[in-house]
């Protein structure tokens, strides 16, 4: 069985708001996995698959404005 390549996609948010955000997410049951929240640049890696981006990226446009989300970067994990 061949594995599916993990993508990475980076947002950005308020430090206040993580927890929040990490708790709405786990609700998605397999959606994205969080990873490396970085408190100093307010930063969050999503793990997830390509063939669950659009996905991913529907549920956070889905998101209240007050989490002050942004997607600030995407790449494939070269492992």
């Not at 490396?36 to 981006?53: A, I, M, V």
């Given at each position: 069985?061949?594995?599916?390549?993990?993508?990475?996609?980076?947002?950005?948010?308020?430090?206040?708001?993580?927890?929040?955000?990490?708790?709405?997410?786990?609700?998605?049951?397999?959606?994205?996995?969080?990873?490396?929240?970085?408190?100093?640049h307010k930063?969050?890696?999503?793990?997830?698959?390509?063939?669950?981006?659009?996905?991913?990226?529907?549920?956070?446009?889905?998101?209240?404005?007050?989490?002050?989300?942004?997607?600030?970067?995407?790449?494939?994990?070269?492992?």
């Amino acid at each position: 069985m061949a594995s599916e390549e993990t993508l990475i996609i980076e947002v950005q948010m308020p430090a206040r708001q993580a927890f929040l955000f990490q708790s709405l997410l786990e609700s998605e049951e397999g959606l994205a996995v969080p990873r490396c929240f970085d408190p100093e640049h307010k930063k969050l890696q999503l793990w997830t698959t390509p063939s669950q981006r659009a996905d991913l990226l529907g549920w956070l446009n889905t998101l209240p404005e007050v989490l002050e989300v942004q997607t600030v970067a995407e790449w494939v994990w070269k492992g």
